[in-house]
């Protein structure tokens, strides 16, 4: 190596060497103009130029000296080369053996992985090979040797170009996938597109469909092994795991031939791109697991939904004042309560006709065992808390004694329930409670015996005051409840009297003076009807002198219409006297004048009392000018059709008081 160094530094010296001579020719010239013109030159030039001679008698000596070791090596460059082209024989026999074959091309992942890292040993050997073959020649160039022939070495290296670029390709593909297969699978699982993307890409790379491209033993391959996983792609879907339980992994591992052991923090895509094959084989399969995950999943998340309104749900409550002024909390909102249960049993129901529901059964009979029991507990709670506060406050204040044990027995059993709910509010609770719902039975039963009992003595009171069949069950209570409350009376009697809108006490609400219509009317009552806790009694007085009181007014606007001869002054009486007195008394003048043909003269009466009553002067707001302009309404209305009956009489010329017309 250090003569063919030396012998290139030397050919190169001597090609250079024509190149300094005329430098030293030119700096003398000028070396000799310098002394010329300033008296001194640079003796430097000189002693350049001796080392120069000698360096180049050095040269020769060189050329000479080393001309026979050249020689020598010249000799065993040949035998050298001779030695590489035999290596080179040698690589090629085990490059021909060992390159890959379209035998590894075909086979499975693991054998092309072994062909590709055999390939790139070869090529690590064939690179050191390679090195050598231009060593030698650039020695042989060094030594003005003829380059060496290294035909086979070439035929190597195209083949060896050649093979690397059908698995440069496989590589690509690979590395490309292993990025893709090292992800978890919980993250990738949002993220197949990119599996999706890789295989499009490559698609079009390999050309497929493409009349054009020119197809290897690699790129068959590798599209076969492209529309495989293309086949794979849709199908992951059924294996992304969100609805799996852990029963669903074990059987979906087992499917597809993953270790049973597997868990899915552990799990990555590439664990199933290397079940691919089984994946697709069993698609059916796992389409049905699927399906069926997600209709369990759906079953799951109902009875955990139904687990949580089992725990969240609660009664609503409000307060209550009994009859003794002690606060009791009782339910409310009961329909959005029994809506709910309702909804939950529907949901049950629906759970049914689900074809994985068998693996359910058992958790929802049991809810739905509890949400039948609750329904029938509620709907008991509710029917007796209704009767319980309808009969409270007429127990409470004392009502049917011979029932008061019984209500009070019931009473401590309702509020007891009714405490128990306070303490815990929540309606599983409730239900839960041991004997809760034959307690209810109970308090439903006996509530429905003081009903019954206070029924009876509502027909009783209706038997002795026929009125009070007018008026309801809840109006009536009232009545007999607050007997003597002024308020009470005046709501009530309006319903009990047609013509009774409310009436006016004396100054201590003790006694009934006076009638009062809607119009404001007022009939003062002959005597005074006093009020008492016998209800019954004393509306039946006040009825009695009802009819008393018109009676005698009836009697006294008759008595002043016939004795005066005029009509009565209608703000003396009130308007349903002043028109049965006109009525009778139209009566009484037609038939005198039937009977003696002076029917005229009572139409004439009739019409100048028409002018007197629509000649009053009804200017003003006061209640006591409307009351008497309803009056004068009334009579007026009662006087145009007595002259119409008149006129009738006078055309059909009646004169006798059995006359069919009259009659």
Known sequence: DEIAEAKRLHVQLIEENPQIVPLFTLADSK??????????????????????????????????????????????????????NTEIEKFASRWEQLKPSDLDIDAGQESCRNALAGLKERRAEWDELSKQAEKLRTECENFSLPPPDFHLADHVSRDMEECEGMWTLYEEFSNGLSDLSKQDWISFRGKTYQFDDFLSSWYSRLGVGQGDAQHTTMSIRLTREVETYQMLAPLLKYVRGEVLSTDHWVELYGMVGLPKTMTIDKLTFGHYLSVSDAIVGKADKLKELY?????????????????????????????????????????????????????????????????????????????????????????????????????????????????????????????????????????????????????????????????????????????????????????????????????????????????????????????????????????????????????????LHLAEEMQTTLQALLAKSLHTSRSSRTAVNPNEYPSQILCLTEEIEFTDHCEAAIGDGSLNEVLMELETQLEGYTNVDLSGDSTDSKVLDLKLKALILATIHNIEVVRLLIAERVTKADNWLWQ
């Open 291 to 539: 399906s069926r995950a997600q209709g369990e999943v759906s079953i799951r998340e109902a009875l955990r939904e139904l687990e949580m309104w089992g725990a969240a749900t609660t009664f609503t409550s409000t307060s209550y004042i009994d009859t003794d002024d002690e606060e009791l909390f009782i339910v409310k909102d009961w329909k959005e309560l029994v809506n709910q249960v309702g909804d939950n049993q529907c949901l049950l129901q629906s759970l049914k006709d689900s074809p994985y529901f068998s693996s359910f059964a058992d958790k929802a009979q049991l809810w739905e065992g509890r949400l039948a029991e609750l329904d029938e507990c509620l709907r008991h709670l509710n029917a007796a808390q209704r009767k319980w506060v309808y009969l409270e406050p007429i127990f409470g204040r004392g009502a049917l004694p011979h029932e008061q044990g019984r209500f009070r027995r019931v009473n401590d059993d309702f509020r007891g329930v009714m405490k128990n709910i306070r303490t815990d509010s929540r309606v599983i609770s409730f239900v839960s409670r041991p004997g809760i719902k034959t307690l209810l039975l109970t308090v439903l039963e006996q509530l429905g015996r003081c009903q019954k009992a206070l029924n009876e003595f509502l027909e009783e009171k209706r038997a002795l005051f026929p009125r009070f069949y007018f008026i309801g069950d809840d109006d009536l209570l009232e009545i007999l409840g607050q007997s003597t409350n002024p308020v009470v009376i005046q709501t009530h009697l309006k319903k009990l009297f047609a013509g009774i809108h409310s009436v006016k006490f004396d100054d201590n609400t003790k006694n009934i003076l006076a009638m009062c219509s809607l119009e404001g009317e007022v009939v003062p009552l002959t005597k005074p009807v006093a009020i008492s806790k016998d209800v019954e009694v004393w509306l």
């Open 31 to 84: 070396n000799k103009l310098l002394r010329n013109v300033a008296g001194g030159g640079l003796d430097v030039i000189a002693q350049l130029r001796t080392r120069w001679d000698k360096f180049e008698l050095m040269l020769e000596s060189h050329e000479l000296m080393v001309k026979d070791q050249i020689e020598l090596m010249k000799s065993n460059m040949q035998a050298t080369i001779n030695s590489f």
